[in-house]
């Protein structure tokens, strides 16, 4: 089972290197992303959506990375991983590519809609109906929310929260009681939809749609009377929104996230979004209410938050311009209606989510809920997301008189306030509800069902590179590992004993665990592969993850490169490690595949000589999760399946010349040169494998 490659070796190892900017390479995977909005051939309602997307990832850039460039920014640092520099460096970077973002918009996305009969109006493009029709409108469903607040010593500049939609408007004339206060902030609710559908009686063909922020716009006076409405802007601050909780100083940890899930949405502010018609004299104001300097602002040619466009998508009865749906197969080692348990113990099963359904985790706990006797459920939860169907399967066990323990990571960043909400219905109903380890997030994805056989208990055991989500199962590629492997089970059991009781975790006989081995379990395959090709033996490594920046096992990598180890690196976002740098990294070859579904599996392939070990992960090679959160990585030791997860995650993608991406000794990534060959995904080869393999054929 060999990936072979014949590209030359390099020379003796050499001492650690410097590695590339991790904030950077987030930007540059978001410059990959938005490439699928420039698409001609991609639907234009998608290309839509992935313009949305790259917005959505740099509002959460900022949430999550910002306030420390800002910190060293105003601590003037030149010193450390954050300085002043770095911050002009990754707002000045983010502010092209959001010229980029708005440029496609205006220029390219908005008139190939017009082209479709897919019209936003203006104020100006409306007619005499339509202009009456959003009058009553702004009458009805929006005027009785807007609540604009004239500032002065006893109406302080109001609470922002992050992210929403907010206008500035100079006013000129005195108020009601003869004070001439000229600012006054109007504050959007976000329960008002963002994009709004004219009716088809003041339609005059096609489908024509209004803005939220253009409705408000075009009504400002009226919440002025007898004031006039001179210069005005709409604007939007990103907070940091890392809920930070002391766990050792808490006595409950899911009352203390609730707390501070209040006030998340006032957090430092770290970037001003204003419209770029906004005057110098209004976004100087609003700079010094929100204490930031001036390249933290972002002056866009639209509406200032392009993420809510995607409402448009819903609005739109256009099938023509979507991705043709694509219905995943059912497993295809298992078989509807028949026995999960009967399958599994005639060997593991693995199912390669989306292209098969996630039907087949949920048909597992369906019957383990409904089965007499199974005895008992336990279950890992990072993110479900609002998807009610596992939580009522698991509440369903409990009625049914199974022992269901579910550990809930509370601290699943965006995702505290769901999973909070479903540890309290779980606990409800009598499920014995933990919340991992204190200071480490449970990461880890497992399920482990405990049923009689005849005369012995047995376990069986479901182990993922994704999370319990039935929605993303359908948009994210993952893999899940269906096993009654003993070893690995009682492996899964004695985890799940340490993280309901914190006792010393028992000594593991397939499983690696984070934080206690599992980068040193994975540094010692990387050196036990360059070990291989310094003696002359094959020696080959080819990971596929969604990052790449833990230095330990970045230096471990470029070490075994220099002693001729062939290293295939398939990282979808942030990878640090400088690859195919001459003397240095000449045999490490990064590539990134942005398609059609976000790519999220974690596979890991190691040729050291005659031994040839395959591991999947719930973990991406990063410092947090190495040393931060509870992680598993478990061995394939099926051949078959080794095969075909070699096949089908590795070789797949290292030969993709239509969405790959390589990067280049100039830390630079480049599409990749098809070179006369027959253009190939990998992604659109494996849709086309599982509809070819169902039935029926979709």
């Not at 910190?71 to 300085?83: E, P, S």
């Not at 959001?98 to 493009?125: C, F, M, T, W």
């Not at 100087?284 to 930031?292: C, E, G, T, V, Y």
């Not at 028992?506 to 934080?515: E, G, Q, T, V, Y």
Request: with cysteine.
């Amino acid at each position: 089972m060999s990936i072979t490659s014949n590209l030359p070796n390099s020379a003796l190892p050499q001492a650690d290197m410097p590695l590339l900017d991790r904030d950077h390479s987030l930007l540059a995977f978001n410059e990959r992303v938005l490439d699928w909005a420039k698409r001609a051939e991609v639907p234009l309602l998608e290309r839509l959506r992935y313009l949305c997307i790259v917005s959505s990832n740099l509002d959460e850039l900022f949430e999550v990375r910002a306030d420390m460039h800002l910190a060293a920014y105003k601590n003037k640092d030149q010193k450390g991983l954050y300085t002043t520099q770095s911050f002009e460096d990754l707002y000045t970077n983010t502010g092209k590519l959001v010229a980029e973002q708005y440029a496609l918009y205006n220029d390219v996305l908005l008139p190939s809609l017009r082209k479709q009969g897919i019209r936003i109006l203006s104020h100006g493009d409306r007619n005499e109906a339509q202009r009456k029709w959003v009058q009553q409108y702004f009458e009805r469903e929006v005027r009785p929310l807007l609540v604009p607040v004239g500032l002065d010593p006893a109406h302080p500049f109001p609470q922002v929260a992050n992210k929403s939609l907010n206008f500035i408007v100079q006013l000129s004339g005195k108020d009601a009681f003869g004070r001439a206060n000229d600012i006054a902030i109007v504050k959007v609710p976000r329960v008002l939809p963002r994009v709004i559908r004219l009716p088809e009686k003041v339609t005059e063909k096609g489908v024509s749609l209004v803005l939220l922020s253009s409705v408000i716009r075009a009504h400002l006076a009226q919440l002025f009377p007898g004031r006039e409405v001179g210069q005005f802007s709409q604007f939007r601050v990103t907070r940091n929104s890392d809920l930070s909780v002391d766990e050792e100083e808490v006595e409950n940890l899911r009352t203390a996230l609730r707390r501070g899930l209040q006030h998340r949405q006032y957090g430092q502010a770290l970037r001003l979004e204003v419209s770029d018609s906004c005057s110098e004299h209004l976004y100087q104001f609003l700079l010094r209410q929100f204490k930031l300097p001036e390249v933290a602002l972002f002056r866009v040619a639209g509406p200032v938050n392009l993420v809510r466009l995607s409402q448009l998508i819903d609005l739109v009865d256009k099938p023509e311009l979507l991705f043709k749906p694509y219905q995943a197969s059912f497993p295809l080692q298992m078989h509807q209606g028949a026995s999960v348990f009967t399958r599994m113990q005639e060997g593991d099963i693995l199912i390669h989510q989306p292209f098969e359904s996630f039907d087949g985790v949920l048909a597992l706990l369906r019957e383990a809920v409904q089965d007499p006797s199974v005895l008992a459920i336990k279950q890992t939860i990072y993110r479900t997301g609002s998807d009610v169907v596992m939580m009522n399967l698991l509440r369903e066990a409990v009625r049914q008189g199974k022992e269901v323990t579910v550990v809930v990571e509370l601290k699943a960043r965006f995702d505290e306030e769901a999973n909070i909400n479903w540890a309290e219905q779980l606990e409800s109903v009598g499920a014995q509800v933990v919340y991992g380890v204190v200071g480490l997030k449970t990461h880890a994805k497992m399920l482990l069902v405990t049923r009689r056989d005849g005369k012995v208990l047995r376990r069986y055991g479901h182990l993922s590179t994704g999370n319990y989500n039935p929605r993303t199962a359908r948009l994210y590629t993952d893999l899940s590992y269906l096993t009654c492997d003993a070893r690995i089970t009682a492996d899964m059991d004695h985890l799940f004993s340490h993280l309901a009781s914190h006792s010393r975790l028992h000594r593991m006989n397939k499983l690696w665990i984070a934080p206690f081995h599992l980068q040193r379990k994975m540094a010692d395959k990387i050196h036990a592969v360059g070990m291989a090709a310094a003696n002359g033996l094959p020696a080959r490594v080819v990971a596929k993850m969604n990052s790449l920046t833990d230095p330990v096992l970045i230096q471990a990598l470029i070490r075994a490169g220099q002693q001729g180890a062939q290293i295939d690196l398939i990282v979808r976002g942030a990878c640090m490690l400088p690859a195919g740098v001459p003397g240095q990294t000449d045999n490490i070859r990064v590539r990134s595949i942005i398609g059609r579904f976000l790519e999220h599996s974690r596979v890991f392939y190691f040729e050291a000589g005659q031994v040839q070990d395959l591991y999947l992960s719930s973990a991406d090679w990063m410092s947090r999760n190495m040393t931060r959160r509870i992680e598993l990585s478990w061995p394939v030791t099926d051949p078959v399946l080794k095969r075909r997860i070699v096949d089908e995650c590795l070789l797949a993608y290292l030969h993709d010349t239509r969405n790959a991406w390589t990067l280049g000794p100039d830390g630079k990534y480049h599409r990749v040169e098809k070179l006369g060959r027959k253009v190939q995904s990998a992604q659109a080869l494996l849709m086309a494998r599982y509809v070819d393999s169902s039935n029926p054929v979709r």
